[in-house]
């Protein structure tokens, strides 16, 4: 199996920014789809983005398009989120997770290894 820590979460104003890492051991990285998801309390689990084993193609939910971007560094097995723009709506719990789809689809269902997640708050 692959385990999966998040970090870089923390407390943000309106319209500022985030960079979220998510570092993968126990299998390389490259294994896997990676995604990332958000939850807020009382709100179900919501896709954010997600990206392919080699980088080449990347996915975002509509209320992040334009504003975060996924990455990833395979040779230091660590999958990345720029969140720029960030709005109180995106506070939530941010969680990477490991799947063996082709592509990041957005149903966690799909997603195997989960990472313990990460606070991000957005004040306005």
């Known amino acids: 199996q692959v385990q999966l820590v998040e970090s870089g979460g923390g407390l943000v104003q309106a319209g500022g920014s985030l960079r979220l890492s998510c570092a993968a051991s126990?299998?390389?990285?490259?294994?896997?789809?990676m995604g990332w998801f958000r939850q807020a309390p009382g709100k179900e689990r919501e896709f954010v983005a997600g990206?392919?084993?080699?980088?080449?193609?990347?996915t975002y939910a509509d209320s992040v398009k334009g504003r975060f971007t996924i990455s990833r560094d395979n040779a230091k097995n660590t999958v990345s989120l720029q969140m720029n723009s960030l709005k109180p709506e995106d506070t939530a719990v941010y969680s990477c997770?490991?799947?063996?789809?082709?592509?990041?689809?957005?149903?966690?269902?799909?997603?195997?290894?989960w990472g313990q997640g990460t606070q991000v708050t957005v004040s306005s």
């Open positions: 997770a490991a799947a063996s789809t082709y592509l990041p689809l957005p149903g966690d269902r799909n997603y195997d290894y």
């Open positions: 126990g299998r390389p990285s490259s294994n896997y789809v």
């Open positions: 990206i392919t084993r080699s980088g080449g193609s990347r």
